[in-house]
């Protein structure tokens, strides 16, 4: 079936036809096409950059391609139409074409330090396996690996980098090596500094970012995706951790406190950043538009450029053609200009993927 939607295509602000088939956008007419809306101002599909689709809710990781392609269809509903899957322990390239699924940007399993991250989600190894170990998680995605850049080390009492410099640097090297990019969890000073400065694609989190390292960060051309839903419970895990660790909890409200005017600096930096929301495990599904929002009102940054964070910008970033001629046919159609009110996301009038009305 052939598509017709008529409205306010973003980025380009423009009345403008589109005609979708399975495939492709035409804006040119084409023979037999079903009109959809005619109204409105249409996005192209929205991305959660940081996603986890193989993590249930709690933690524990999915055991079926059923369970992982219920949790897309949560974001899937809320108008994302991409997704970066920021490691999975469950492995699902089944799911890279199902007509039913956004699309997929996948790493494999996360790269995690031994008994320091969280159970049954990463490949756990020493340090002198994680270039090989990267290199094997490398061929299990479709573009991405994703590294554990940091977490706590309960023989210090707080966060410290997962190896040492070398190490982390090596497991960049490894990524560039197998022709694809790294992203890199991390929440802590020291770790961000190597790997920003090894050359990491993304970083993720990124609580740790001086002013410093922010020019860097510009300056290379890395990503940023805040995730700030996952920051905002930073409160909860310093309140658990309170009795044993009082330095880690300290440190933890502190980075979370930090990070609006961090995100904020990044931006007015020219730092390349995406909406991410580390949806999986203790983040429920489907909270883009939150993301979106925390990012307008928390961090400063304009509407416009966090349409661009969720939209336009993040497709192009993942190699997703937009709505012009031969690109994907997916997109969002919302009543009202989310330009001058953002919270129109949290409403979708019609969602289309892959030429397909879905809502």
């Known amino acids: 079936m052939v598509l017709h939607v008529r409205g306010v ?10 005609w979708l088939t399975s495939e492709r956008v035409s804006l040119e007419p ?15 599909g929205l991305v959660d950059a940081h996603c986890h689709i193989g993590i249930q ?18 974001d899937r509903d809320a108008g994302v139409l991409a997704i970066r899957d920021a490691g999975s322990p469950y492995p699902y390239p089944q799911l890279d074409d199902d007509h039913d699924v956004p699309r997929l940007a996948r790493a494999g399993r996360h790269v995690a330090p031994p008994k320091r991250y969280l159970r049954d989600i990463g490949v756990e190894v020493e340090a002198r396996g994680v270039p090989a170990e ?14 554990v850049g940091d977490w706590i080390d309960r023989s210090v009492g707080d966060l410290s980098p997962a190896w040492d410099a070398a190490t982390l640097r090596a497991a960049v090297d490894a990524a560039h090596a197998a ?11 020291a770790a961000v500094e190597v790997l920003v400065r090894a050359g990491v694609d993304s970083v993720e989190h990124g609580t740790g970012l001086s002013l410093d390292l922010i020019d860097e960060l510009a300056r290379r051309g890395t990503a940023l995706v805040p995730t700030m839903i996952n920051v905002a419970t930073f409160g909860a895990i310093a309140e658990q951790a309170e009795g044993r660790f ?18 904020r600096a990044a931006h007015e930096a020219g730092v390349r950043i995406y909406v991410g929301t580390d949806a999986g495990g203790g983040i429920g599904h489907g909270q883009a538009a939150d993301e979106m929002l925390l990012l307008h009102e928390r961090a400063g940054m304009p509407t416009t450029d966090v349409l661009r964070a969720a939209s336009w910008g993040a497709r192009d970033w993942l190699g ?6 031969g690109g994907l046919p997916d997109l969002v159609v919302y009543d009202a ?8 996301v949290r409403a979708p009038r019609h969602i289309i993927l892959r030429g397909r009305v879905l809502g």
């Open 134 to 147: 990267v290199t094997a998680q490398a061929a299990a995605g479709n573009g991405w690996v994703k590294l």
């Open 246 to 263: 009082p330095g880690y909890a300290e440190h933890m409200r502190a980075l979370r406190d930090r990070f609006p005017a961090v995100v």
């Open 30 to 44: 084409l023979p037999g096409a079903v009109t959809v809306s005619t109204d409105g101002f249409i996005l192209p």
């Open 337 to 344: 200009d989310p330009r001058v009110d953002l919270r129109a």
């Open 9 to 18: 295509v973003l980025p380009d602000d423009e009345v403008r036809d589109l």
């Open 57 to 74: 809710s709690g933690g524990a990781p999915v055991t079926s391609l059923e369970q992982a392609r219920a949790l897309a269809a949560i």
């Open 179 to 189: 022709g694809v990019r790294m992203a890199v969890h991390t929440f802590s000073e």
């Open 320 to 325: 997703l053609p937009g709505l012009v001629e």
